[in-house]
């Protein structure tokens, strides 16, 4: 059984920064494209970050292009995304996915079939 589980959400000052993780089980971790998605209240999901499944190619949307950078650890089956300089319009609940014909540069929400529960960031002005 495939399990997805994200952490390290919480409340941050703008400016300030948060890491958060995923951890993926039941799955070969590097045969998947993994991608973090962010939705906040009354807004669609929207892609945010992807990652091929050797690491080696990123993709970042315009809009933190520059503040957060994705990685993993495929030996531990984890997921990283650290943010920095954070705005309070990154205020949104954080979900991890996972998807084994998913593009890192696509982050079609249709392609990812495994997802996390979503982790709360709430940025305060």
């Known amino acids: 059984q495939v399990q997805v589980v994200e952490s390290g959400g919480g409340l941050v000052q703008a400016g300030g920064s948060l890491r958060l993780s995923c951890t993926a089980s039941g799955l070969t971790f590097d045969d998947y494209t993994m991608g973090w998605f962010r939705q906040a209240p009354g807004k669609e999901r929207e892609g945010v970050s992807g990652?091929?499944?050797?690491?080696?190619?990123?993709y970042y949307a315009d809009s933190v292009k520059g503040r957060f950078t994705i990685s993993r650890d495929n030996a531990k089956k984890t997921l990283y995304l650290q943010m920095n300089s954070l705005k309070p319009e990154d205020t949104a609940i954080y979900y991890c996915a996972a998807g084994r014909r998913a593009w890192w540069w696509l982050l079609n929400r249709a392609d990812f079939g495994y997802w996390g529960q979503g982790t709360q960031v709430t940025v305060s002005s």
């Open positions: 990652i091929s499944g050797s690491g080696g190619r990123t």
